[in-house]
T-cell receptor, first 114, second 115 residues
Framework: ETGVTQSPTHLIKTRGQQVTLRCSSQ?????VSWYQQALGQGPQFIFQ???????GRGNFPPRFSGLQFPNYSSELNVNALELDDSALYLC?????????????FGPGTRLTVL | AQSVTQLGSHLSVSEGALVLLRCNYS??????LFWYVQYPNQGLQLLLK??????LVKGINGFEAEFKKSETSFHLTKPSAHMSDAAEYFC?????????????FGSGTRLSIRP
């Protein structure tokens, strides 16, 4: 069974640029969620994708957008990067209809905005 | 809105001592409850979860947690700390009555182990 993978591991961008982060779900899972974890804080829910559509969103502006593909992999896109976007971005996969909303997390992508 | 409060952002205990990490949640309906651990420069690993049934839940690495509805708490314990337990611990909840299975995390408690 393959776990959740994310790429790249680290990324450095400058303010105003755009970035795309990628995630491959755990085998058998059909839902992907993205979280932002700023330094010293708990992860914050960005949004969730199910059946290639957004299925819930946290308190993040529209410049944070995503995609889910037929193979359940996903992308997180952030436009017009700001310094405060520097964080660890975590992807988590799960199975809709599961018993506990349990999500399985990838290792994360560390984004630094200069 | 649901929320999670973890008491104490840092906890230092001696090796072999009891570990107690406190967590309280706010929710009109008891949610699913989780404890995750995060080692430096890594993602989150599930320690244990409460869904239904027995309120004392056993997890990996010797950790356990007890769901107390009357106190809206889900404290994490381990009888004897090991050096390898040094990490960041997050309590989290997920609403049972939402179509989106998002997880709401507490701010975390960093656990240090003294030799």
């Amino acid at each position: 069974e393959t776990g959740v993978t994310q790429s790249p591991t680290h990324l450095i961008k400058t303010r105003g640029q755009q970035v795309t982060l990628r995630c491959s779900s755990q085998s058998g899972h059909n839902t992907v969620s993205w979280y932002q974890q700023a330094l010293g804080q708990g992860p914050q829910f960005i949004f969730q994708y199910y059946r290639e559509e957004e299925n819930g969103r946290g308190n993040f502006p529209p410049r944070f957008s995503g995609l889910q593909f037929p193979n359940y992999s996903s992308e997180l896109n952030v436009n017009a990067l700001e310094l405060d976007d520097s964080a660890l971005y975590l992807c988590a996969s799960s199975l809709v209809g599961g018993l506990s909303n349990e999500q399985f997390f990838g290792p994360g992508t560390r984004l630094t905005v200069l | 809105a649901q929320s999670v409060t973890q008491l104490g952002s840092h906890l230092s205990v001696s090796e072999g001592a009891l570990v107690l990490l406190r967590c309280n949640y706010s929710s009109s309906v008891p949610p699913y409850l989780f404890w995750y651990v995060q080692y430096p420069n890594q993602g989150l690993q599930l320690l244990l979860k409460y869904t239904t049934g027995a309120t004392l839940v056993k997890g990996i690495n010797g950790f356990e947690a007890e769901f107390k509805k009357s106190e809206t708490s889900f404290h994490l314990t381990k009888p004897s700390a090991h050096m390898s337990d040094a990490a960041e611990y997050f309590c989290a909840v997920s609403p049972r009555d939402s179509s989106a299975s998002k997880i709401i995390f507490g701010s975390g408690t960093r656990l240090s182990i003294r030799p």
